[in-house]
Nanobody
Framework: QVQLVESGGGLVQAGDSLRLSCAIS????????MGWFRQAPGKEREFVAAIWWSGGGTYYADSAKGRFSISRDYDKNTVYLQMNSLKPEDTAVYFC??????????????????WGQGTQVTVSS
């Protein structure tokens, strides 16, 4: 089992920055990818960004490129999502996920077997 706990969400204004954290614990996850997804009210959960824990390679949704940055800290067993230039349309619950990616498609929800409880991000205009 892998446990994921997100933190860092909150209410910010458009143009502000926010950094989300995902603390990871449990079984070995060195071969896993860690992903961030988000879900706005009434919408499907969508992919934001992913990082391979061991190699550090990253993958971003088009909506995140240039504004968001995913990173990981080995010592703290934590994955971060740095979000800059936030927009009202970024408002959503953000979820951290972990999984063994089998087809180099870290943007697919079904690749992830472990999920956190989510953290709310609200961006006011």
């Amino acid at each position: 089992q892998v446990q994921l706990v997100e933190s860092g969400g909150g209410l910010v204004q458009a143009g502000d920055s926010l950094r989300l954290s995902c603390a990871i614990s449990g079984r070995s996850f060195s071969t896993y990818a860690m992903g961030w997804f988000r879900q706005a009210p009434g919408k499907e959960r969508e992919f934001v960004a992913a990082i391979w824990w061991s190699g550090g390679g990253t993958y971003y949704a088009d909506s995140a490129k240039g504004r968001f940055s995913i990173s990981r800290d080995y010592d703290k067993n934590t994955v971060y999502l740095q979000m800059n230039s936030l927009k009202p349309e970024d408002t959503a619950v953000y979820f951290c996920a972990a999984g063994y990616i089998t087809n180099y498609r870290p943007d697919l929800k079904n690749q992830y077997g472990y999920w956190g409880q989510g953290t709310q991000v609200t961006v006011s205009s």
